[in-house]
């Protein structure tokens, strides 16, 4: 191995690779707030990513942080327990609800959680039939694996509460019961999506976005 100048594999030369993994993903990490804090889905400080830097670590946004000045100081590492690793930042109010996804799914690569105007407003219009349909609309192609309008996606909303273990149970209930699931709107919140890289995510996010303004749109003309 030493002829060809590659080293031999060894704990220091990962523990290297992890730390430049974390660093690219506190990079796209901040890029990322910062775009979608210019277009206003996530006001006051509110708001989290992440994204999964190993199999058993993760970079999330630290609590608190202005989305819209996000630098790679503003990103921390966890486990997949939600506990912080090397550093004594305080990982997101709200990261139980990325870590259990990264735990449940080990294909997911990235999660963006927002505080959009369209999201928020149409997650307490829906709140009584506790989920949204979407349908006919050709922008549901932007989903991974959704090849045609005439599909329906079924986004649930979850009741808002700030114990993170309740609401994790419910997002792990819904799933467990066989439900596919794109992402999820909770209660006078937000929205919280993924995907297996950051540019999935991005996208589902995005139409996301686009197919909740339409619908809320629409109740609005013709209520
Ligand atoms: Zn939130």
Redesign the pocket.
Known sequence: LRRYGLAPRSTAIDAQSLDSRFLDSARLLAETGRELARRGWTPAT???FSARVSTDRAAITISGRDKGRLDVDDIMLIDLEGRAVGTDARPSA?TLLHTQLYRRYPEIGAVL?T?SHSATVMSRLCADEGEIRIEGYELLKAFRGIATHQSTLVVPVFGNTQDMEELAGEVDAYLDAGHHLYGYL?EG??IYTWGKDMPEARRHLDAFEFLLSCELEQRRLRP
Do not use: F, M, V, Y
Request: hydrophobic share 10%; charged share 10%.
């Open positions: 509110s708001s989290n709200e959680h505080h909770i919140h937000g």
